[in-house]
């Protein structure tokens, strides 16, 4: 899609006439070409020692060696006035918010880079280490119910991980050379909407009427002579084929590893989608992951014999936070009574909220959601929004949002639970608020959460598609 008017107004900045042969031997193109500069980094966060890990409740032992190696990696790009950005995608079950907080105090001192130009994605893959939060919490341990040691090493762990992103960062910034991007995308089947409806309410398994978003969008990095330097991909659906106690990526590791291997010299990045309420089908063998982790990587090699857009600057970003609300939350009474369940979890939710209650006199009302959105001139609008984002969200954004190519990615600079639509509120299930039950959070959402996210969202585009006046 083309948006001539604004695509005019940023094509005064600074431009080369490349003729373009792609490094890949099939694609030539003759376009207007701004180069930027662009550096990438990677590093190793495998824990070093066996670990509990995240993302299923039922595990009852720790880590047991690894697949392969869980990575963290940064592409910092900067435009033609100066302006950077830098994007983090990490093989993890999520970021947590004060690793979030503490990282963009850091790099905003010691690279000057602001917190709206920072985006942090985690590719939610089950079979990471804990990520308990380095806090004082009224809230106590999680529901993985860890020992004083468990939860000892998993805050360490959170720490060694921001100092190593903290650097990779830094290494990715040393890295700049010049570069052209450009924007391509394809498609990959095996995600599947895991919403079925029942007469007993919506059970997670596969409902292949449900909606999905199967784009593959994929920004390419390129040297000014057309040499793939780097690859960053995005797929919305869950990274749940496994669920065993060795450390993996998933099918999202799969698919970064197998595409490093077909291009020894390109860093390859996950980056997760709305793909909250979505599940790679069929599940739970690490044949299985591998299959799904080819699908992604051979979206994304397709992706890259099609003819590439190109993505010029200036590089806008935008990054706030909207208040969304809880519903009513549960009385005292309810809560006393939710306590005596036969099911553990609702009595460690009840025992959180009623510990809450005690301290704070009330139970909070309000999460401070974060919608970050970056811009690339008129090419390119990326959003990036927090938790685990059903697929309606992505798949409005890119109906309603004209112009430029739109990528909305979920998993983003805190994954602190569920983020359902209306739709998916209204219907309820584990999206809908049931999962709230393994967080500290009240829930569910107020029936306002969709409004709220997406006149934020709109509120941000328009913003960084603002030319600024200087
Ligand atoms: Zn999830």
């Given at each position: ?50 670990m ?52 963009e ?32 919490s ?38 700049l ?27 997670n ?28 991909f ?24 197998y ?44 992706a ?45 939710h ?22 970050q ?58 999206e ?35 030319p600024?006046?200087?």
């Amino acid at each position: 899609m083309v948006m001539t008017k604004f695509r005019r107004f940023f094509c005064f900045s600074i431009c080369l006439f490349t003729l373009t042969v792609f490094a890949d031997g099939f694609t030539a193109s003759v376009y207007a070409q701004e180069i930027f500069q662009a550096g990438v980094a990677s590093t190793v966060i495998t824990p070093k020692q066996p670990m509990w890990m995240s993302g299923y409740a039922a595990r009852t032992k720790p880590s047991e060696g690894k697949i392969h190696d869980l990575r963290a990696k940064a592409l910092a790009l900067e435009d033609s006035h100066g302006t950077r950005f830098v994007i983090v995608t990490v093989d993890l079950l999520g970021i947590p918010r004060p690793s979030r907080n503490w990282l963009e105090k850091k790099v905003n001192r010691r690279y000057k880079l602001p917190p709206e130009s920072l985006l942090l994605n985690a590719s939610h893959t089950h079979c990471g280490p804990v990520l308990e939060e380095a806090k004082d919490s009224i809230y106590g341990n999680t529901f993985y119910g860890l020992s004083p040691e468990q939860l000892q090493q998993s805050r360490q762990y959170v720490k060694t991980l921001q100092r190593k992103l903290l650097r990779l960062i830094g290494r990715a910034i040393d890295n700049l050379a010049p570069a052209r991007l450009s924007y391509t995308h394809a498609r990959a089947g095996f995600a599947m909407n895991r919403r079925l409806p029942t007469e007993q309410g919506y059970r997670n398994h596969p409902y292949p009427d449900g909606p999905v978003d199967h784009d593959v969008p994929v920004l390419r990095v390129d040297s000014p002579d057309g040499k793939l330097q780097a690859v960053v991909f995005g797929y919305a659906c869950h990274s749940t084929t496994l669920s065993f106690t060795q450390f993996c990526g998933d099918y999202a590791g799969f698919a970064q590893l197998y595409l490093e291997e077909a291009h020894p010299e390109v860093t390859a990045m996950f980056i997760a989608g709305c793909g909250g309420d979505q599940n790679p089908y069929p599940r739970r063998t690490l044949l299985l992951a591998q299959q799904h982790g080819r699908a992604l990587a051979n979206g994304v090699e397709t992706a890259l014999l099609s003819q590439a857009s190109p993505v010029r600057g200036p590089i806008q970003s935008a990054l706030e936070t909207v208040t969304l609300d809880f519903a009513q939350p549960p009385s005292r009474e309810q809560l006393a009574q939710q306590g005596q369940s036969t099911n553990k979890y609702e009595r460690w939710h009840a025992g959180v909220l009623l510990k809450e209650l005690e301290q704070n006199g009330k139970i909070r009302s309000t999460y401070p959601y974060l919608v970050q959105v970056v811009q690339f001139g008129g090419d390119l609008t990326m959003i990036a929004l927090a938790g685990e984002v059903v697929v309606d969200y992505s798949l409005r954004f890119k109906a309603e949002l004209p112009g430029s190519n739109v990528w909305v990615a979920g998993y983003s600079n805190d994954v602190f639970g569920y983020l359902p639509s209306l739709r998916v509120l209204k219907e309820g299930g584990y999206e809908g608020g049931g999962a709230m039950l393994y967080t500290d959070l009240p829930g569910p959402f107020a029936p306002s959460v969709e409004k709220l996210v997406v006149d934020k969202v709109h509120n941000l585009v328009e913003r960084v598609r603002t030319p600024k006046s200087n």
